[in-house]
């Protein structure tokens, strides 16, 4: 579930802020309450995120989304444990999991430095993330998006925001990172999370060039849509009939024709130079599709030559062919 009644860090352009900040550590329980992590629990990864109404966790919860986390919105806190021992039995992908925690998630339970203690005693070493923002600019955003604050009640916004600090008091102090978006946009607050959780690889623009066939439909899901029907179709070459781009003799056929690499060169050129600002924006999918009549020579021949050439200048890129077997 996404965050419904607070207003998003606002989208456009501003000053980049410094964000993240560690804190000490949390206190924990007695020794005697406390356990060895098993192996399952040692490789299990969490991430709390809380922080005030309007400070941006629907953009922190789908940010950890980008970077690979299973993440559970508005949990109460008192299923914290429960949640994290979900994730060790399910393993794979549950293994990176983020809990986002909100002023509802208290209805159940206000003892989060409690659960958080809990879950390290059972051998878990949960990251706690806070995000804030200057009262005038949470205001702005609520007014923005004229809608209330969730404790604000028959008073005025301030008094809602000032309930709401004195409640996260605590887990502020306790926060492990504590990011402050009041200058910062949807793009800069993404980048900060996945700077912090994704890794590298995580952050990497991931190119499918994808061959298909004009006869069966565009694919959807094109961001590039490239027509390879300009050179001559191994089709009517006898040899050449039943094979497919993917075999040596066509390959040569197709990129030896007269345009042919000027068109793969081209368009890498072309993928290669947008991929940067791709990522700046948050994309991390990028499908160049290239056509063909039915999908089985020539379109495929280019997406694999085209793939190739994009991960030689270092792009994360792979051919797949989606009519490849149709005929």
């Not at 800069?188 to 004009?214: K, N």
Request: contains cysteine; hydrophobic residues 40%.
């Amino acid at each position: 579930m996404n965050e419904a009644r607070t207003p998003e860090v606002p989208a456009g352009d501003g000053p980049t802020a410094a964000a993240g900040a560690a804190t000490d550590t949390l206190p924990v329980a007695a020794e005697a309450a406390a356990r060895p992590a098993t192996e399952a629990e040692a490789e299990t990864t969490l991430v709390v995120v809380t922080g005030v109404s309007g400070g941006g966790r629907s953009t922190v919860a789908r940010a950890l989304e980008n970077v690979g986390y299973y993440v559970v919105d508005n949990l109460p806190q008192a299923l914290m444990l429960d949640m994290a021992e979900l994730a060790v039995k399910a393993g794979g992908a549950a293994r990176r999991t983020a809990m986002v925690l909100d002023v509802r998630s208290r209805a159940f339970s206000t003892d989060l430095a409690g659960a958080i203690r809990e879950l390290k005693d059972r051998g878990f070493s949960p990251r706690v993330v806070f995000v804030d923002a200057d009262d005038e600019v949470l205001i702005r955003r609520f007014e923005s998006v004229r809608r209330s604050h969730p404790l604000q009640g028959d008073g005025r916004l301030a008094d809602g925001i000032a309930v709401e600090r004195g409640l996260l008091e605590e887990a502020r102090d306790q926060a492990d990172v504590i990011i402050d978006t009041s200058h910062l946009n949807v793009n800069q607050l993404r980048r900060r999370i996945e700077e912090l959780f994704g890794g590298e690889d995580a952050r990497r623009l991931r190119i499918t060039v994808l061959s298909f066939g004009f006869k069966y439909g565009l694919p959807p899901d094109a961001d590039f849509v490239l027509d390879a029907r300009f050179l001559p179709n191994p089709y009517w070459v006898p040899e050449l009939r039943e094979h497919t781009g993917r075999e040596g003799a066509v390959s040569a056929y197709v990129l030896g024709q007269e345009g042919a690499d000027a068109f793969v060169g081209t368009y890498a050129d072309l993928v290669n130079a947008t991929t940067a600002g791709f990522e700046r924006e948050g994309k991390r999918y990028l499908t160049v599709a290239v056509g063909c009549t039915g999908g089985k020579h020539r379109s495929v021949a280019i997406a694999e030559e085209l793939a190739a050439r994009l991960r030689h200048a270092g792009l994360a890129a792979n051919a797949q062919h989606r009519d490849l077997g149709r005929e």
